[in-house]
């Protein structure tokens, strides 16, 4: 992959023990009424999205047409089943990221790709507006290998968009292969469809993703 293509961000090297156990989810998707660890099925695909704090980004993809279930946890760090106050520390090196099962021929990955693209800053690094940390880094992890090019273009198409809108700022979005996933406690799963006044700090650069 193109350095260009690559965060700075880097494992610390002081990173916070392996925890023992996973989280158990204990109750179902509070929109979709499936059980949490729901797998894709046939013919559904997977991608993994950090926009900053997990809450406000996991809202925006279940209200997407085709996106049929997410769930908010912890993605590209090295501590094994990290906890929330855990990865707060930025000593794990997990970014908050959600968990999206689509179905292919009712949406694209190019389709979720705008939807990321447009609705938080990728090049503020690690951190997102006021919530600063490597756990809020911008983050794309394929799932599937053949992937790669599609998040590529994407990225390439967003970096050349800002750029046409006078805005320097390089896109400082990690692009990797989906390492290990690990969920989230409950009470973050959905917080924003249980909470609805909660805080949400998705917010744009207002540039658009050019119409591919």
Not at 98 to 124: G, R
Not at 179 to 207: R, S
Request: charged share 15%; hydrophobic share 35%.
């Amino acid at each position: 992959m193109p350095m260009s293509m690559q965060s700075s961000f880097s494992q610390p090297d002081n990173a916070i023990a392996d925890r023992a156990d996973a989280i158990t989810p204990t109750e179902p998707h509070a929109v979709f009424g499936q059980p949490i660890t729901t797998a894709p099925a046939n013919g559904q695909k997977q991608v993994i999205l950090g926009m900053g704090c997990f809450w406000g980004a996991e809202r925006k993809l279940w209200q997407q047409p085709g996106v049929v279930m997410t769930s908010v946890g912890y993605c590209g760090g090295v501590t094994q089943h990290p906890r929330y106050q855990d990865v707060c520390t930025g000593q794990t090196g997990h970014a908050e990221v959600v968990n999206v099962i689509f179905d292919p021929s009712v949406t694209s990955l190019d389709a979720l790709l705008t939807i990321f693209w447009e609705n938080h800053d990728p090049t503020q690094g690690l951190r997102q507006g006021n919530d600063v940390g490597p756990q809020y880094r911008s983050a794309i992890y394929y799932c599937d290998p053949a992937d790669c090019a599609t998040v590529e273009a994407s990225f390439a198409a967003y970096q050349a968009a800002l750029k046409a809108a006078g805005k320097s700022d390089g896109v400082t979005t990690e692009i990797a292969p989906a390492g290990t996933y690990f969920l989230a406690e409950t009470d973050h799963q959905q917080y924003l469809h249980k909470n609805p006044q909660g805080y949400c700090g998705l917010g744009g650069t207002g540039v658009c993703f050019p119409p591919q």
